[in-house]
């Protein structure tokens, strides 16, 4: 994918292009928003991780906001130091589509960088969601694995569902939290794994290949092999 | 803490603490109260003089015309009784009668030639058409002022009348003199007490402003005085210094809190560096290193976390999420919340029961609420012993909501309670677990944000939570986001 990032602290720059190259995208980078802003402009990409304190007399959400003037859609993800709620609130209604605050964790940073990604091109209403032998009926909200039908809780099957949705990426805990229970704080106790366990319970245990796979460090990922 | 490190006020940029008893003499509000002071008793004697006047010398003037008219009148009525013979001897009998010899009377035929009266001839100072006036008559050889009115009697006769008007220009240059003398006294006196005035004006304030002087040089301890005698001045020294107890509390909050930052946040970060240094200087393979490396990170993170606590809580302090306030279901969110520790509470052997209200609405932050009630079901999760039981509930109390999240831990001692909501404070027993000591600090801002309070209370055995919430508070802004 082709990422365009726009940010001036070098350090994080540096830290943030080489990851994200690391993970085979295509990175493209800018310390200034008027660069940055023309870039998005004139070029195609797939996501923007952009900053918010810029210099070149274009912040980041001057920079957004004139972007989505020109009904441009480019998935945005803000990278910011302002960490308020209401900076947040901010970011969001200028047409960001994800936030998050500094200092941050780059397994964070890409896995919801890939989610924006994934959101941007399915856009067309699914009523089903196959992963392997796993199988989501949306509408009936009935699931069903190798042919067999598994039993699950409103919530468990929100669960499954939004790890469906994102198969093959990286889900963090905070993601779960905000997409499946519209929580924006971290709890001190492992809830999320409590949560992912007793699906796993359900969905992998009484089956010989597991779908639910614990990535270190960053979170979880739904897919057939191992990551 | 030491008073070097208060800031101090600056003093160059043109003088930004003017002394305040030296202000230019135009400046000065006591001068201008005493100019004030000066020119009202200035007007409210001019005011008295001009009313002693009317009421003296004016009202003198006023009977003598209307003893002259009256005069004047009743020699027209002789003349229509009696002729020009009558008036003449009426005149004499007048003339005759008048002891205190302070009066004129005069008549003249058509060419003014004197048939009668007490003057040797018509005066010729008095105009002929004018009827009434002031002459100067000689008298025993006296210069006299009579006041005078000169009338027609039919068959062009003219008569005059007279009195002696002496006494009231003696009073009148009495009464100047006195007004005189007054208005230098009124002068004196309104310099004086302008002066009075403007230094009892500066001693009422040099108190208030030696004392605020004081404190902006960094003496916080200063208080203006309170003379007792409940008055404005009182009243307005009461209110600054309650100000500044305010002021004080706020300022030993932040600076416990900054203490307990720098100590608090240096053990974590002293342990972040060391792990960093010991396994610079020490490991010996790369994945020594690298586990290091991943430990200083967690410690790092712990850091981060605390700090956006300590934002959180002085953001919600500073009430300015009251922008998101709006109506939910207080009664789903808790059961969601409920939900998602229960499984937890299950796995670590422990039950979770719920008891909430059906439709239980509340006016607030759905966000700030979430944290705060998962604040203390982890809080309870920490403490509760295996097997333990953790209860929350919620109900309509009022115009209240009560929330209330039981544990059977250990339970907390009697004084730590009182402090338990304080940022950082941790009870000794709770030292060993894992936690910043900031988790009932941004549960209590989150209640006073909702216009209610938390309240910590013995399970016997455990601990038993309340959060108390104003189920549909409103102040001017939320009250306007409702109407919106």
């Known amino acids: ?227 | 803490m030491s008073e070097g490190t208060l800031p101090q006020p600056a003093l160059a940029g043109g003088g930004a603490v003017r002394k305040l008893t030296q202000p230019g003499l135009l400046r000065s509000a006591g001068v201008r109260f005493g100019v004030i002071y000066a020119t009202l008793f200035g007007l409210s004697a001019v005011a008295l003089a001009g009313f002693l006047w009317w009421s003296t010398a004016g009202l003198l003037d006023r009977q003598i015309t209307a003893e002259l008219q009256q005069d004047a009148d009743s020699l027209v009525s002789v003349y229509f009784d009696e002729g020009l013979p009558g008036v003449t001897s009426a005149m004499k009998d007048r003339i005759n009668g008048n002891i205190d010899d302070d009066a004129l009377y005069l008549l003249a035929d058509p060419e003014f030639h004197l048939i009668a009266g007490n003057a040797n001839a018509w005066p010729a100072e008095m105009p002929i058409d004018q009827d009434w006036g002031s002459l100067r008559v000689k008298r025993d050889g006296l210069d006299v002022l009579m006041r005078v009115h000169a009338f027609d009697l039919p068959g062009g006769y003219r008569a005059m009348v007279g009195r002696d008007a002496s006494v009231r220009q003696n009073l009148s240059r009495l009464m100047e003199g006195a007004l005189f003398w007054a208005a230098g006294i009124a002068v004196v006196l309104g310099v004086v007490g302008a002066w009075a005035v403007r230094g009892l004006f500066r001693a009422t304030i040099a108190d208030v402003s030696a004392t605020a002087m004081a404190v902006s040089a960094g003496d916080l301890s200063r208080r203006v005085r309170v003379h007792g005698q409940d008055d404005e001045f009182d009243l307005l020294a009461e209110t600054i210094n309650d100000m500044l107890d305010r002021i004080g509390r706020l300022m030993d909050g932040v600076k416990q809190v900054s203490n307990a930052i720098a100590h608090d946040l240096r053990t974590p970060i002293t342990r972040a560096r060391t792990r960093l240094e010991d396994a610079s200087i020490h490991a010996k393979t790369e994945a020594d290193l690298r586990q290091a490396v991943d430990r200083a990170l967690v410690d790092l993170d712990g850091i981060v976390s605390v700090f956006q606590a300590l934002l959180r809580i002085s953001e919600i302090e500073a009430g300015a999420r009251r922008s998101a306030f709006a109506r939910f279901d207080l009664g789903a969110v808790l059961a969601d919340l409920a939900e998602l520790y229960e499984a937890v509470a299950e796995e670590r052997g422990m039950t979770l029961s719920s008891d909430v209200t059906q439709g239980l609405s509340l006016f607030g932050d759905r966000d700030m609420i979430q944290q705060a009630v998962a604040n203390l079901l982890d809080n309870a999760l920490k403490f509760s012993p295996e097997g333990g039981a953790i209860e929350i509930r919620a109900w309509q109390d009022g115009a209240l909501v009560r929330v209330t999240v039981t544990d059977h831990g250990p339970g907390m001692q009697q004084a730590d309670m009182l402090r338990a909501t304080e940022r950082f404070f941790r009870a000794e027993q709770a030292r060993s677990t894992p936690g910043s000591g900031l988790g009932l600090a941004l549960v209590q801002a989150v209640a006073q944000l909702h216009g209610g309070e938390i309240m910590l209370a013995d399970a016997q055995p455990g601990l038993r939570t309340t959060l108390v919430l104003q189920s549909s508070l409103t102040d001017d802004k939320s009250a306007t986001l409702t109407a919106a």
Request: aromatic share 6%.
């Open chain 1, 1 to 227: 994918m082709r990422i365009l990032v726009v940010e001036d602290d070098k350090d994080v720059a540096n830290f943030v292009v080489k990851g994200l190259r690391e993970a085979g995208h295509v990175v493209e980078h800018t310390p200034n928003g008027r660069d940055g802003l023309f870039m998005a402009a004139s070029e195609n990409f797939d996501a923007i991780v952009l900053d918010r304190m810029l210099p070149g007399g274009v912040d980041g959400l001057k920079l957004l906001e004139t972007l989505r003037a020109q009904n441009n859609h480019t998935p945005v993800l803000f990278l910011s130091a302002m960490a308020q709620v209401d900076d947040r609130v901010k970011g969001l209604k200028a047409g960001g589509d994800d936030y998050m605050t500094k200092p941050f964790a780059f397994a964070e940073l890409l896995a919801r960088v890939e989610a924006l990604t994934r959101r941007g091109k399915s856009d067309a209403p699914t009523t089903k969601l196959m992963v392997a032998d796993l199988e989501m009926d949306l509408l009936s909200r009935s699931v069903k694995r190798a042919g067999q039908k598994i039993d699950l809780q409103p919530r468990e099957f929100r669960l499954l569902e939004f790890l469906m949705r994102h198969s093959g990426q990286v889900v963090t805990r905070t993601m779960l939290l905000e997409g499946v229970w519209d929580y924006h704080f971290d709890p001190q106790t492992n809830v999320i794994d409590v949560h992912v366990s007793r699906l796993r319970q359900k969905v992998d245990k009484p089956f010989p290949q597991p779908l639910i796979h614990t990535v270190r460090n960053a979170g979880y990922m739904l897919q057939l092999e191992e990551p």
